[in-house]
């Protein structure tokens, strides 16, 4: 490190040094805070010295190895200015600044008499300057009192006082700023949803006398008179609401008034729609438009109906404008107008995407779908999607055959309950809720083995409970499936994936992520869903296993019921590191019609987003291996899983290069015995069958895209013998052979969780 720095210090010019940063020490040695306090004030130190990686300062060493570019193009310049940093000099570290900066971090959080000694070090020699400060803290003030406009009986201030239980500010909490704020903020939102339309948090001033003799203080939220104005006192009712649903943004207020006046304007129920043409039926903004004729005005209510009509997806541009005016009686009174920018009826899209699963096969999928965005003028959405698709093997021990795919889907949404009132569904949050009618074909050729047809039709609901919960209810999802083999498909053993039948049966999903809405020390991440399949059609049947299979429309349904967990924990560490860990749990339990679930609503393990040090859909069931029988195999699944994975992850380079450890266990059992895997059926020794993998990783994150590279390798294999399953002594990454059986490298698009 000492000769990277020196190597990137002779390219400064005489008299120039390299900033190389400051530390902050708290020396109140009864400061709990002390930890705390070391890190916001180190962080709040300006400038930032220049980036390390792994104590490397590599992006100014590219700059000084890029030299002065000799024009405005070219590798020097790009490397230069895209991948270098420019030296932070020691001239731009303002000891005095930083020493201020220091107190004021200090006194908002309420720390009001800091002493504070700094010294700046240059040394001339090595051409370096660092900073050092000593911090006494001195002691933390607290609330002893919190009033609200105590006495004041304007009627603003009434509003204000009524709502002093729910203070962020509570007697016995130590003075931070950040909660002064958020109070002042708590109170404006409280004031604009009672109509208060022109009310500021500006126009509240907390008053703090410390001059209680001791380590408390007092508060007094009092209100700006002197600079509040005539309209902040008065409470605002909705005259009229109008939506301009094919607003052209050039248009100035003088023409929009115009136009509002001239233009063919509908009214329904309590708005009006002003129409230039009829492109939208004025019964779809009846669950959007929250604002009522004669309501005092809700901010609550207006950012409402602007979320409601964003997830309409009809509207490119969404504009409002809120015009008081005063009524014959000095009522005062807002006109709401929503200026909407549709986006283009019709869309043609074209999508290609390549993958690679992690035992050497590749594949490609293509697809060409057409949109409608407002089909039947009640911004439904219809779309309709040709694919098609590729897996190949290019290598591995056992050449798989090559599947080939294609399908056609059409998809309409509607943005509301369709039966809604039959099935007693509700939301009232700020999204939309909308019905979905899917009807779907797929066929699949697996060559030498067998051609697959499905065909699917659904109709179901989403809403969101609320930014973070997310609810799918499909009480309509049938799907047939035909399968037919080939006469040489002798060479694999497929009679596990084959199922000939229809599965009918709702499925509901429900989904928390409270990573969604904002930064947050741990966030947690659920996903749970309840599938089941002909349960009162196999009992009004009365279907047995010991009877002969019952049929609908002369065709076999599967009976079962299937659940499954998905539950995520995230913890940050500073900025950028992250411990990642899920657990998943799910099971299958055919009965009555169907003695095996389906393959295609059964479960495996292994591959880029499983087990990592595993093949893909090739581990289990159980402690059966598929090499022990002799026998090939396409898919190896079971009827229970699970799966606990736990991954650190660290940034490596700038903000988009990350690297990752991690390990993955778990394995997938058969719910009943299945003499063609032997070992594989789940029993109260399950534990002994749990497979273990670990390995390194990098991921490139580009935001919108991350692009993610995992080496993973076996370190428990479930099907050796007690006492070997640990392979961890047999680990030898010089060995050629050992590393071809056990090094699995995975290649995947976005985070494995």
Not at 69 to 88: F, H, M, N, Q, T
Not at 686 to 705: E, P, Q, W
Request: charged letters at 25%; glycine letters at 8%; one cysteine or more.
């Amino acid at each position: 490190m000492l000769g990277t720095s020196c190597s990137n210090t002779k390219y400064l010019a005489k008299g120039q040094t390299l900033y190389l940063g400051s530390t902050v020490k708290v020396i109140d040695s009864a400061n709990k805070e002390k930890a705390y306090l070391e890190e916001i004030l180190s962080e709040a130190i300006r400038p930032k010295r220049n980036k390390k990686i792994f104590g490397v300062r590599f992006k100014l060493t590219m700059y000084n190895l890029a030299g002065e570019p000799k024009s405005e193009k070219g590798l020097r310049k790009y490397v230069r200015d895209k991948i270098g940093e420019a030296p932070v000099l020691g001239e731009s570290f303002n000891l005095k600044r930083n020493e201020q900066i220091i107190i004021n971090m200090l006194q908002n959080n309420g720390y009001f008499g800091p002493q504070i000694v700094s010294t700046r070090i240059d040394d001339t020699l090595k051409k370096t300057t660092t900073g050092k400060f000593e911090v006494r803290a001195g002691k933390r003030y607290y609330f002893r009192k919190v009033e609200y406009l105590t006495g004041d009986t304007v009627l603003v201030a009434k509003e204000i006082q009524g709502i002093a239980a729910q203070s962020l500010l509570k007697r016995g909490n130590p003075y931070l700023l950040d909660a002064i704020m958020a109070d002042r903020d708590r109170i404006d939102d409280h004031l604009k949803n009672m109509g208060y339309y022109y009310f500021s948090p500006d126009f509240l001033i907390a008053k703090i006398d410390t001059g209680t003799g001791t380590d408390s203080i007092d508060l007094r939220m009092e209100l700006k008179y002197d600079v509040m104005q005539p309209k902040t006192y008065q409470q605002y009712r909705i005259k009229d609401v109008y939506l301009n649903t094919n607003y052209i943004a050039q248009t100035t207020n003088d023409t929009t008034r115009r136009r509002r006046t001239n233009l063919d304007t509908v009214t329904y129920e309590h708005y009006h729609v002003i129409r230039r043409r009829e492109n939208f039926k004025p019964v779809i903004f009846k669950t959007a438009i929250h604002l009522k004729p004669g309501d005092l005005y809700s901010k609550k209510k207006q950012n409402l109906s602007l979320n409601r009509l964003v997830s309409l997806n009809a509207f490119k541009f969404i504009k409002s404008d809120l015009t008081d005016i005063y009524d014959s009686t000095g009522q005062p009174l807002l006109t709401a107008l929503y200026n909407l920018t549709p986006y283009p009826s019709k869309s043609l899209n074209f999508e290609a995407a390549g993958f690679s699963q992690n035992d050497s096969r590749v594949g490609s999928r293509l697809s060409v779908g057409w949109k409608h965005k407002n089909i039947f003028k009640g911004a439904e959405q219809l779309e309709i999607k040709v694919s098609g698709g590729f897996e190949i093997q290019y290598g591995g021990s056992q050449k798989l055959p090559n599947l080939y795919q294609t399908g056609i889907e059409t998809n309409l949404s509607v943005p509301r309950l369709l039966f809604g009132r039959t099935f007693n569904l509700s939301t009232n949050s700020a999204f939309i809720p909308r019905s979905y009618v899917k009807l779907a074909y797929n066929y699949y050729l697996r060559q030498t083995a067998y051609r697959l047809n499905t065909f699917n039709f659904s109709l179901g609901y989403q809403w969101k409970e609320s930014i973070n919960k997310d609810h799918k209810l499909y009480p309509i999802n049938i799907t047939y499936v035909k399968t037919d083999t080939f006469k040489d498909a002798s060479n694999f053993y497929i009679d596990n994936i084959l199922f000939n039948g229809i599965i009918i049966g709702p499925t509901y999903q429900f989904t928390y992520n409270s990573q969604i809405g904002g930064r947050k020390d741990v966030n947690f991440f659920f996903d749970g869903l309840v599938d089941l399949s002909a349960n009162i059609l196999g009992l009004a049947q009365k279907t047995s296993l010991s009877k002969p299979p019952e049929k609908i429309l002369g065709t076999q349904y599967a009976q079962y019921i299937k659940m499954q967990t998905d539950f995520r924990v995230y913890k940050t560490f500073g900025k950028e590191n992250m411990w990642a860990n899920r657990l998943f749990l799910g099971a299958g339990y055919a009965y009555g019609n169907s003695y095996k679930m389906p393959n295609i609503k059964q479960f495996f393990v292994g591959g880029a987003n499983s087990l990592r040090g595993f093949r893909s859909r090739f581990l289990g069931p159980g402690s059966f291996h598929g090499s022990s029988t002799g026998t090939n195999y396409l898919e190896l699944l079971g009827d229970i899983k699970i799966e606990a994975n736990t991954e650190f992850r660290v940034p490596l380079y700038s903000t988009w290069l990350k690297g990752a450890a991690f390990i993955d266990a778990g394995n997938v059992w058969m719910l009943r015995d299945d003499p063609n895997f032997p070992g594989g059926m789940f029993s109260k020794n399950f534990i002994k069958d749990i497979a273990v993998s670990g390995g390194l990783g990098l991921r490139m994150d580009f935001s919108i895209l991350v692009l993610r590279f995992d080496f993973g390798m076996p370190m428990r294999k479930p099907w050796l013998a007690d006492g070997d399953k640990w392979v961890l002594n047999q680990i030898d990454f010089t060995s050629k052979a050992w590393r071809k059986d056990n090094l699995i490298f995975n290649l995947a698009i976005g985070y494995p969780f």
